[in-house]
């Protein structure tokens, strides 16, 4: 399994000193916690892709590009790409440049944004949100495995004999997650072409992502891709650790009580009843994501939401040794140990993608 | 046959309430009108999950069980206390983190509870547009009962009665409620979605 981090960007007070951090802070605070992330040994960063305040990363491949150049081993992606409103075309070119210049090390998450106006933004309307994402993964698609595309659809203009540059490196186009928290079209997208599945479960019950994902992993056979129990998934979680469970809720609970998402809602303890967030110690993380693999099968990819809520870098930096430390190496071994000889370990690397290309 | 399912949601918040009251006599008519299996809700009881709901998204599990229980019943009896001229927030709340689909169809009584007859109106100009706005099937008859109408019976009855015999005439005339399973497979394949 690929263990990983994957951030949203949030600009967010620090609600126990009221302190914010500047937009330059924050880009640079992102960037310090990827390389933190390969320093301690984890597989993944994903960046999401935001064009409102408090967010901050709206451009992706430029930070992925400069982590890119600044780690060796970490895989970069998002999380997620907007594939609604970016041009198919643009998104095209700038992951194939992504991946010539992080040797590979690129893979990437299309989703549908975090909110409606984001589709007027970008000359786009939201009621065309599912068939946009039809469409133009179709076309981003064919512009990564055809060297000279001609195509006509709906919702950009024409293109005749047109080739997006750079071309794919050593000819093989990055893997691809689909990212729903609830759209059964977009399970079913994903299925179709093979791809990955991401749920990002981490604010919701899971019953809905148990549903979801089964959704996903027959229509994926149906699509004769391979076994139901092959099939690439992805999921979210988020923890906060301390060595003693209680000093870990006890520092936690003012960033829970207070965080944009589900602040002033739930308690700590229904909100931790009800979805993956566990807050306590790493013996305590290691259970809960292994009971993950119960509900969904066995999967591929763990990301971890570690850095929100007006967490200061610091205890960001604190938890990423914890988890790199203490939790994944076990996880690793444990998931590793329940997983299926037939059942694949990760996605396709860009390694492993070459190598089928050239068999 | 299979018996059919009768949600009776209450927003009162006293205990006991009058807005209760209104509703278990609403459910009894109805039931003698035609058997059926009744779910009482108190939406008094999930007031934290409700507004947990409006933050998060989502519905606490205990919620969850009884938004299940009121959008797979057969028929629906909706009563709130009037506040401020208009349904009490809290019935509000309930009806809007439900999906917009979910009462489609749905045969349903509605009925409101107030100190005077002054605001009875309420019903016809507050309530029932809402469950028109989610396309439920609202039967004619209202009910309303103010405090007086608890001492002079007579008339309150007879409009439970009607209100309640248009309900269970509703609820007949429907085949039983059918959840549809949002995750199974799809009906239209991906490659008709792609020529679309």
């Known amino acids: 399994m690929q263990f990983g981090i994957f951030t949203v960007g949030d600009v967010t007070t620090d609600p126990t000193n009221g302190r914010t951090p500047s937009e330059a802070e924050r880009i640079k605070a992102m960037v310090a916690i990827a390389l933190k992330a390969e320093e301690v ?18 451009s992706p491949t430029t930070m992925l590009g400069y982590i890119a150049a600044r780690t060796e081993r970490l895989i970069l992606s998002t999380s997620t790409t907007l594939i609604t409103t970016n041009d198919p075309v643009k998104i095209a070119e700038d992951y194939a440049m992504l991946q010539h210049l992080a040797d590979g090390r690129v893979d990437l998450m299309m989703g549908r944004g975090n909110t409606g106006p984001v589709y007027p933004w970008f000359g786009k309307d939201i009621r065309d949100g599912i068939p946009l994402a039809i ?8 512009l990564w495995r055809e060297d000279v595309v001609d195509w006509e659809g709906k919702y950009r203009t024409p293109l005749q004999s047109f080739t997006s540059t750079p071309r794919p490196l050593d000819g093989v186009p990055p893997f691809v997650w689909h990212g729903s928290i609830r759209s059964p079209q977009i399970a079913e997208q994903a299925a179709y072409y093979g791809d990955g599945f991401f749920a990002n479960n981490i604010f919701w019950p899971k019953e809905h992502f148990i549903q979801l994902i089964d959704l996903y992993r027959r229509r994926f056979e149906h699509y004769g891709h391979g076994q139901a129990d092959q099939a690439y998934v992805g999921l979210g979680g988020q923890v906060f650790m301390r060595r003693n469970s209680q000093d870990a809720v006890n520092e936690f609970r003012p960033y829970f009580d207070n965080a944009p998402v589900y602040g002033h809602g739930p308690s700590l303890e229904e909100f931790t009843e009800e979805t993956p967030l566990t807050v306590g110690s790493p013996q305590q993380v290691i259970d809960r994501t292994l009971s993950f693999r119960d509900s969904f099968g066995d999967y591929q990819r763990q990301l971890f939401l570690m850095d929100h809520a007006g967490l200061p870098l610091k205890t960001v930096l604190e938890q990423l040794d914890i988890l790199g430390e203490e939790v994944v190496p076990v996880l690793r071994k444990e998931f590793e140990a329940l997983r299926p000889a037939h059942v694949p370990a990760t996605a396709p690397t860009h390694a492993q993608l070459v190598k089928e290309a050239t068999r | 046959m299979t018996e059919r399912t009768l949600a009776v949601v209450s927003a009162g918040l006293g205990q006991p309430s009058s807005t209760r009251l209104l509703a278990d006599r609403l459910a009894a008519a109805a039931t003698a009108a035609l058997p059926a299996e009744v779910v009482a809700i108190e939406l008094r009881d999930h007031a934290h999950d409700l507004a947990s ?3 998060t998204g989502f519905a606490p599990a205990a919620l969850r ?12 009896i909706a009563v709130t206390p009037i506040f401020n001229a208009s349904y009490s927030g809290l019935f509000k709340t309930f009806f809007d983190v439900l999906d917009k689909e979910a009462l489609e169809g749905k045969p349903v009584l509605i009925g409101a509870t107030g100190g005077t007859a002054r605001h009875s109106l309420a019903l016809e ?25 608890w001492a002079d019976s007579g008339d309150l009855v007879g409009r439970v009665e009607q209100a309640a015999g248009e309900l269970a005439a509703a609820v007949e005339a429907r ?7 949002p995750y199974a497979d799809p009906a239209t394949s991906f490659e008709d979605l792609l020529t679309a």
Request: glycine share 6%; aromatic share 8%.
């Open chain 1, 41 to 58: 040994g984890l597989d993944v960063f994903a960046t999401g892709e935001h064009h409102n305040p408090p967010f901050v990363p709206s």
């Open chain 1, 135 to 142: 469409e133009n993964y179709h076309l981003l698609r064919r």
């Open chain 2, 53 to 55: 709901n409006l933050v």
């Open chain 2, 65 to 76: 069980r009884t938004i299940d229980a009121v959008t797979g019943a057969d028929g629906l």
């Open chain 2, 125 to 149: 100009h507050a309530v029932r547009p809402l469950f028109s706005y989610l396309r439920a099937r609202t039967v004619p008859t209202a009910v309303y009962a103010a405090t007086e109408d």
């Open chain 2, 175 to 181: 085949p039983p409620a059918v959840r549809e399973d």
